[in-house]
């Protein structure tokens, strides 16, 4: 588990686009980006063919065991933004806390713009199709973003705030979780 950097990033691709022009060249994109990333000990896998439905299970079941801060956000979001830049004190004091923070977005977010700022942002990144994204923010009964959704070690969500309620809460919220308080 101990490696010289850490691995922060596993990317869950799945797209959202008609056609195959556009689905070969966003593959292509990925590669490019895997290749690169590569190198930094961050890695991406592809997923296909996970329903909307299924999407969240999916992704939780990576992190049985640990207590988990799902980010739902956007690139073009400016709170999302200030919420990574004010949430990075207490990632580097979960450290080490079994705690797994997971950033989801959509297509409404510019593949090569999400692929660079994704470098600053340590946590494990999702790029969902559009279905996947809406049933995302169906099920967490979310108008906007950010949404901010905690889970403990077992499975259970424990908290969900919509918008960015300033770092504390969230802080909060995750340390009871590592507690296994609701």
């Known amino acids: 588990m101990m490696m010289k950097q850490l691995v922060m990033t596993v990317v869950l691709v799945l797209v959202a686009m008609t056609g195959a022009a556009q689905n070969k060249t966003i593959g292509k994109q990925l590669r490019e980006t895997q290749q690169r990333v590569a190198k930094e000990n961050v890695f991406y896998k592809k997923y296909d063919n996970v329903a909307p439905e299924k999407i969240l299970q999916t992704i939780l079941d990576k992190y049985k065991g640990k207590t988990v801060l799902i980010d739902v956000w956007a690139t073009w979001c400016g709170p ?45 990144h999702y790029y969902l199709t559009k279905e996947q994204y809406l049933y995302v923010l169906e099920k967490y009964e979310s108008q906007g973003i950010p949404t901010y959704v905690v889970y403990d070690a077992k499975g259970n969500q424990t908290y969900k705030e919509i918008g960015f309620p300033g770092p504390e809460p969230i802080k909060n919220a995750v340390e009871k979780a590592v507690k296994g308080e609701r």
């Open 80 to 124: 999302c933004r200030a919420g990574h830049q004010a949430l990075k004190p207490m990632k580097e004091e979960m450290k080490g806390k079994n705690v797994q923070f997971v950033y989801i977005t959509s297509p409404t977010s510019p593949l090569d713009t999400w692929q660079e700022m994704i470098k600053d942002i340590d946590g494990d």
